[in-house]
């Protein structure tokens, strides 16, 4: 087994030769802070880089750390707290704080990731940003109350859940206890393989390619369904725009014509009434204006002689002008009354078509001005588009080449690094005990496969259905990872001849293998160790070690092989304290001894510290990892 460990180590250490081994600093997670969560009334955790291990008897509470950190990063709690919350408690919170490394010339993928964060930051919260740049910490926090109602966080301020669970997935991954079976889906084995292949940057322009193409598709689909009406809308536009037309409107018409139609109703009593004001005024023998005139001539005589009067003169002076003013415009009314009976029929008539036509088209003059212009232009637009259908197809057909030409690149990309990636994790489960298992990666062309719909294909040309199909999100074809775990045995799909413990095992190998193309996570393992024996154990913790040096990984585990391997060992463990039952986290890895370890891998290995030939074998896998 050793030499299958050694050689597993090799294919480990060459991916990590491409960054400065042990100097990349890694983004990670710093600390945890838990609150009144299930058993645990108070905890404060601190993780470091490499392996970090968490241990504990079956039902002290190792997963429940797990649980924790998922509630951190966005998983949904259960309705009505569910039990998260501590008996007596109002609400339970976590914590959890990472650090990220600055980029600069020498930094590894893991400062890529902090860039990355950074964009995503910019581009969702970008109040964050500064806070961000300054410090290069995040604190991504939960809270839950006894009714269930939850309370996302981001550096101590609210955010929606969706962002602090788009954000957590940048960074951080959780295996739980039965998600290696995630390996057997189709679109986690496309990701792994794309990951080894280094096809992101196809893969983006595969997806912006197919974007277009599905956006001129859909547009050459609506222009189709939309006919009918279209022309429908096109006859009804032309009569509305015609209308309008027709009544030649002008801004204020509608004022001017109500207030002429008045002079026109009243004409005759206008005349009659007004042209007696003038008589009287100034054109009758005893005018009241020729009586005015002789009052400011005697009045204007006396002011001469006597003092006192040059006040009353001046105001009859005025009153003569106003008089004479108010006479002149009278006269210049009334000559411009008319009494048209014709004129006021065609008054009323224009007033009538034109407050039918703001009822019509609910609205005012001014109003129906602007409507007329906007039902001209969409009419102009709605013609030209009746035109555009050879151009929609063209389009269709220019992306499509588009489509065809990035899906050729993405595929070449993948099928260069199906049989490496196979050789590489052949290699790698070898040091797993699976050294005669053949591991192939299939690649399906889609075309083959049975289509499903997709933007009402059924609608469309039999030939653009197909290859909507065909050309799907994530390129031209499917993957399939198949194993052969006996010689002689032929290569079958992994979800149908893989047992639990073998996925498992692919599963790390393939970490491995994809170690130097994921830099910088935080990798959790909730007990991977699962359906793995104690003989495989001290190679799980190998691969488990050497997967530390390019990401954070935190393990909770059963072996006692693994937890000796840890840079950091949490041990779990259930008290009764004042009558209740709590979780409570002893970090063994820092207490300036071996002893308590040596006791906690002592009692995983024999179910008790104080056996001698225990402590000896726990100090034993102590030394080996050291």
């Known amino acids: 087994m050793s030499a299958y460990i050694s050689s597993f180590a090799t294919i480990v250490r060459n991916h990590v030769a491409t960054s400065v081994a042990g100097d990349d600093p890694k983004g990670m997670l710093v600390d945890l802070s838990i609150r009144d969560l299930a058993l645990i009334d108070a905890a404060e955790l601190s993780f470091g880089p490499g392996l970090n291990v968490i241990s504990g008897e079956t039902g002290a509470g190792k997963s429940l750390l797990v649980g924790a950190l998922e509630l951190a990063l966005g998983a949904r709690a259960r309705v009505g707290g569910g039990g998260q919350v501590r008996d007596g408690a109002r609400e339970a919170r976590v914590e959890a704080r990472f650090e990220f490394p600055r980029p600069n010339q020498n930094s590894g993928v893991a400062a890529d990731r902090a860039l990355v964060i950074g964009a995503w930051l910019e581009a969702n919260l970008p109040d964050f940003v500064e806070e961000w740049e300054s410090n290069r910490e995040l604190i991504l926090g939960r809270t839950i109350t006894s009714e269930g109602r939850t309370r996302a966080r981001i550096n101590q301020r609210p955010v929606p859940l969706k962002s602090l669970r788009e954000l957590a997935a940048l960074f951080l991954e959780i295996h739980g206890q039965n998600d290696h079976q995630k390996l057997c889906e189709a679109d986690e084995q496309l990701r792994l393989l794309d990951g080894y292949a280094g096809a992101a940057k196809p893969l983006a322009a595969y997806r912006e390619a197919r974007r277009d193409w599905v956006e001129a598709v859909s547009m050459l689909r609506d222009f189709n369904d939309a006919c009918d009406e279209r022309r429908d809308r096109l006859d009804l536009l032309r009569f509305q725009v015609g209308e309008l037309a027709e009544a030649e409107l002008k801004p204020r018409e509608i004022e001017g014509l109500k207030v002429e139609r008045e002079l026109l109703r009243h004409g005759e009593e206008l005349l009659r009434e007004l042209g007696g004001i003038t008589d009287r005024l100034s054109e009758s023998d005893n005018a009241l204006l020729d009586q005015v005139r002789i009052m400011e001539r005697i009045v204007s005589a006396w002011q001469i002689r006597v003092e006192g009067l040059q006040e009353p003169a001046d105001s009859l002076r005025d009153a003569v002008v106003y008089l004479e003013e108010a006479a002149a415009g009278l006269v210049s009314f009334t000559d411009a009354v008319e009494v048209d009976a014709e004129r006021l029929e065609e008054v009323e008539e224009r007033l009538n078509e034109l407050e039918r036509l703001c009822h019509k088209f ?48 993405l595929s070449k990309v993948r099928a260069a690094a199906r049989v490496p990636l196979a050789l590489e994790v052949e290699t790698a489960l070898a040091g797993l005990e699976l050294g005669r298992a053949r591991f192939e990666v299939a690649l399906l062309d889609r075309k083959k496969s049975a289509p499903t719909p997709e933007l009402g294909a059924s609608e469309l040309d039999p030939k653009i259905a197909a290859d909507l199909f065909h050309f799907g999100v994530d390129g031209a074809e499917t993957i399939e990872f198949l194993l052969a775990a006996n010689p002689g045995e032929a290569a079958g799909s992994l979800a149908k001849v893989a047992s639990g413990g073998e996925v498992a095992r692919i599963m790390l190998a393939l ?54 391997a840890a840079h950091l060992h949490h041990k779990v463990a259930k008290e009764v304290r004042a009558g209740r039952t709590m979780t409570i986290f002893d970090e063994l ?38």
């Open 589 to 626: 890895s820092r207490t300036g001894s071996e002893e308590a370890r040596v006791r906690e891998l002592a009692d995983m290995i024999a179910g008790g510290a104080d056996e001698e030939t225990a402590r000896a074998e726990a100090s034993r896998l102590l030394r080996a990892f050291a």
């Open 511 to 564: 970490r491995g293998v994809l170690a130097s193309s994921d830099r910088g996570r935080t990798l959790v393992f909730d007990e991977v160790d699962a359906g793995v024996g104690g003989r495989l154990g001290p190679a799980v913790a190998e691969r488990l070690r050497e997967l530390g040096e390019v990401n954070q990984v935190l393990c909770i585990t059963h072996l006692p092989s693994i937890a000796a």
């Open 362 to 409: 609910g609205s005012d003059e001014e109003g129906l001005i602007d409507l007329a212009a906007r039902l001209e232009q969409e009419l102009e637009t709605l013609e030209q588009t009746e035109s555009s259908s050879e151009k929609l197809e063209a389009d269709v057909a220019r992306t499509r080449k588009n489509v065809a030409a990035a899906a050729k690149k």
